[in-house]
């Protein structure tokens, strides 16, 4: 019985340490929100320490994300 429980104790600690954090992101521009979208792990990472590049408008943005 001992070694099901540590098995399963194992087992769960290694799902907990490998899940990845995702949050919501957008940014501001002029009056409105343009979403990013769900962004994981390093390139949630990423995007927060050194913001959102936008091709079309050529323009760096400060995003804001939100876990959920």
Do not use: P, R, W
């Not at 990013?36 to 050194?50: F, M, P, V, W, Y």
């Amino acid at each position: 019985m001992k070694k099901i429980a540590f098995i399963f104790g194992v087992f769960g600690a290694i799902v907990l340490t490998s899940c990845d954090k995702c949050q919501n992101c957008h940014y501001d521009s002029g009056n409105q929100q343009v979403e990013i979208g769900e962004l994981c792990g390093d390139d949630l990472e990423d995007a927060e320490n050194l913001g959102y590049y936008d091709n079309e408008t050529d323009s760096l943005y400060e995003i804001h994300c939100e876990e959920h």
